[in-house]
């Protein structure tokens, strides 16, 4: 298996721009999650999806950022309009509920830059 | 509100020694607990895990010891070794609230020394 894939891996942007995160699961897998990661906050999480529906979206810090998962296998997260502090690396996992595999699998991550 | 909390942001040890890395919470609600290792420009990677029914689990040289009393969980790394150099992270969640959410500490950076 592939692993959780993100794209790109790196995004310098200037403040106003919009941004597109992508993000695609492991196979099989029912859960998915955005995660942001800054020296100040640590690893945080922003929203979490179950069968492609969001289930928690309380992490989502501004009405800036959005996500979508419009199917199984493809999920997006949109920063519009972007800013300096939304600066971070941020990261997509997934994970199963379905027999013992109930850990997350990271992708490598997205180093957001905006100028 | 740091619920999940690792106050070392660094460790520094010798090779061939035990490498410990301690993490404290302050939910009573969690009921699994994680610790995931990270080197530079990769994700974070699931290295081993313990339910609240338990207070220890080991695979091989990595053990986690779980506290419940005193809401505090050790990662034992025995013998360690240059490639365990990497940050570490501590995770909680509430899985029988049908949460899989996880909430994590800042990490760790453990640095091995050959």
């Known amino acids: 298996d592939a692993g959780v894939i993100q794209s790109p891996r790196h995004e310098v942007t200037e403040m106003g721009q919009e941004v597109t995160l992508r993000c695609k699961p492991i196979s099989g897998h029912d859960y998915l999650f955005w995660y942001r990661q800054t020296m100040m906050r640590g690893l945080e999480l922003l929203i979490y999806f179950n069968n492609n529906v969001p289930i928690d979206d309380s992490g989502m810090p501004e009405d800036r950022f959005s996500a979508k998962m419009p199917n199984a296998s493809f999920s997006t997260l949109k920063i519009q309009p972007s800013e300096p502090r939304d600066s971070a690396v941020y990261f997509c996992?997934?994970?199963?509920?379905?027999?013992?595999?109930?850990?997350?699998?990271f992708g490598p991550g997205t180093r957001l830059t905006v100028l | 509100d740091q619920q999940v909390k690792q106050n070392s942001p660094s460790l520094s040890v010798q090779e061939g020694r035990i490498s410990i890395l301690n993490c404290d919470y302050t939910?009573?609600?969690?009921?699994?607990f994680l610790w995931y290792k990270k080197y530079p420009a990769e994700g974070p990677t699931f290295l081993i895990s313990i339910s609240s029914i338990k207070d220890k689990n080991e695979d091989g040289r990595f053990t986690v010891f779980l506290n419940k009393s005193a809401k505090h969980l050790s990662l034992h790394i025995v013998p360690s070794q240059p490639g365990d150099s990497a940050v570490y992270f501590c995770?909680?969640?509430?899985?029988?609230?049908?949460?899989?959410?996880?909430?994590f500490g800042k990490g760790t950076k453990l640095s091995v020394i050959p």
């Open positions: 996992a997934s994970s199963s509920t379905q027999g013992s595999t109930d850990t997350q699998y």
């Open positions: 995770a909680a969640s509430l899985r029988t609230a049908g949460s899989y959410q996880l909430t």
């Open positions: 939910n009573s609600m969690f009921d699994y």
